[in-house]
Every structure is written in structure tokens, then in C-alpha cells.
């Protein structure tokens, strides 16, 4: 065993960051929804998270990113998602219908579908403010360029076959915002969605070679 546990991922200092790191966003998310992300300083986030400025910095190096952090996980999970597939035997398009499935199933919040209050403030804050948009359109676009190197084979074909499926997922998660941040009772909008995701991903497989 590493002295102190700091050796690896799972040691005591990178979870001592990871907690830090998530008391921090969830200050500064506290703060954005209260008051709105433009009207809320740097300087006030750390006051609230009982932190310097600087140290607020080392964590997270753009106001945006207090909100972003949270897609972090997720934005190479299509990537990982077609590596375990294959690994398993299933076509990439398989893998990727399956596993949207499951996350509707489980009402994944990456999916669009899930009706926790605080699910849904975080989806209007994200939604409603051009920073984070423009934020989110370059995790997007990190999120399909790993997703295409996982594909494989013509680096153009990969790339457009990256961009339909990205989308597609896109498409649906912000379709299931949309209709529960409009009051919609989730579990017509969960039904609803199921079919789209198998419609979707049917019409992706008619369409694409993989």
C-alpha cells in the first residue's frame, strides 16, 4: 500500500480533490440558481465555498466550469461504450442503442429523463445561459471526436457516423428536457421516449456501416 494512500486514482489525496471539487460546484450551483450565472462573481463563489480565489482557480480554471465539470464523466462515455461492446461481441450501434436504454430505464439525467427538482433547476441553468451553452457545444464536440477515433476504420467515414450519432443523442436528451421542464408527467415522456431512442437508433443502423 502507497505511504498515505496518495499513489493512484483511488488514493486519499484524489478523493480528498474530488470532494473538494464537488463541494465547490455545488456552491457555486447553489449561488447560479438563486441569483443567475451572469449576476454571480468568482469572488463570490468562493466566499460562499469558504475558499480563495486562487484556490477556487487550481480547481477549476473558468467560471463555466463550475457548472461543466459535471459532463466531465460522461464525455468520453460513447467512446467507452463501443469499446465495451466490442469486447463483448456487439456492433458499436448495438452497443450504443443498448445503453441508452438502460439509462432511460434507470431515468439517467444524461439522458433527459428525470424529474428531480434539482435535476430539472440544473437543466434550466444549463439551457438558459449562452456561457454554458457555448461550453456544452465543446464538450459535444470532444465527446464525437473520441467516439469516432473508438469507430474506427475511414477517418471520414467515423467522423460522420460520430456527428449523426452524437446528435441523435443530443436530439433526444434535450426532446425530454424540454417536455419535463414544460411540466409534462415523466412517465409519458419516459414512454415516449423509449420508442424514440429504438426508432432512432433504428434508422442509424438502415443508414450507417457499423
Known amino acids: 500500500m502507497a505511504e498515505d494512500g496518495v499513489a493512484g486514482p483511488g488514493g486519499l489525496r484524489e478523493r480528498k480533490k474530488a470532494r473538494t471539487r464537488q463541494a465547490l460546484s455545488d456552491a457555486a450551483i447553489a449561488l447560479f440558481l438563486r441569483k443567475g450565472f451572469d449576476a454571480v462573481s468568482v469572488a463570490e463563489v ?10 477556487l482557480f487550481r480547481y477549476f480554471p473558468a467560471k463555466e466550469d463550475l457548472v461543466l465539470h459535471r459532463f466531465a464523466d ?3 462515455e460513447s467512446a467507452r461504450v463501443v469499446a465495451g461492446g466490442r469486447a463483448d461481441g456487439r456492433a458499436p450501434l448495438d452497443a ?36 454554458l451553452l457555448a461550453g456544452i457545444h465543446a464538450y459535444q464536440q470532444r465527446s464525437e471526436e473520441a467516439l469516432a477515433r473508438a469507430l474506427g476504420g475511414d477517418p471520414l467515414t467515423a467522423r460522420l457516423a460520430a456527428g449523426q450519432i452524437t446528435a441523435v443523442l443530443r436530439i433526444l436528451a434535450n426532446e425530454n428536457v424540454a417536455r419535463l421542464t414544460a411540466g409534462e408527467a415523466l412517465d409519458a415522456v419516459a414512454r415516449d421516449a423509449m420508442a424514440a431512442a429504438r426508432e432512432a437508433f433504428r434508422s442509424l443502423r438502415e443508414g450507417l456501416p457499423y
Open 96 to 131: 450504443l442503442g443498448e445503453h441508452l436504454l438502460a439509462g432511460l430505464q434507470r431515468r439517467d439525467p444524461v439522458t433527459g429523463l428525470c424529474d428531480v427538482p434539482a435535476v430539472l433547476a440544473y437543466h434550466r441553468l444549463l439551457y438558459g445561459t449562452p456561457a
Open 74 to 76: 460522461h464525455e468520453d
Open 46 to 55: 468562493a466566499a460562499a465555498a469558504e475558499v480563495s480565489k486562487p484556490t
